[in-house]
C-alpha cells in the first residue's frame, strides 16, 4: 500500500551481535568487519534470503503456491552456488547424491579415502594434481551460472511481487 507520496512505507529490522572474541564466530564477525559496511550488509542479507526466504514464504501466508515454490527454487539455488564455491575454495571433493541406495559423485573424478591425520585434519588425495585445476574451473563456471539463474529468479520474483502491488493500488 502506497503513502501520501506514492511511495511503498518501508521496514526496518535491526540485529547487534556481540560474540566474545573467544567465541567461534569471532572469526566471522572479524572477516565481516574486514570488508565494506555495505558489502557486509549485502552479504548478511543474502545469507538470511538464501537460508530462510522460502521459509518466510510459507509462514507468512501472503504467497501463491506458484511465487513460494520459485522462491524455494531461488532459495535452493543460492544455497547450492554457495555450497560449489566453499568446495571450490577449499579443494574438496564434489557433493554426493543419493540414488536408489547407491552414491553417485557429482563427476565421475575417483578420490581415495578421507583420512584422519596425527594433526586432526583429513587429507584428501586425488588421482592428478591437473583435476584440481579443471574442478576449480568447473566449480567457478556452476557457481557463476547458477548464482545467475538466482539473480534472475528474484528479480522475476520482485517484478512479480512489484505487479501485484501495483494492481493492489
Known sequence: MANRNG???????????????????????EFLNSISVKEGKDMVLQAMRAYWNAIAAVEMENKTPSEISRIGLTCCNMLEAQSDYIRMMLSLPPRVMQIGGWQQKDNNVNYCENQYTDKGKFALEKQSDNLVEVEKDRAKIAQEKVAQIAQEKQAEIVKDVMEDIMKLD
Open 7 to 29: 511511495k511503498s512505507p518501508q521496514m526496518q529490522w535491526s540485529f547487534t551481535y556481540r560474540p566474545r572474541r573467544s567465541s567461534p564466530d569471532a572469526n566471522l564477525i
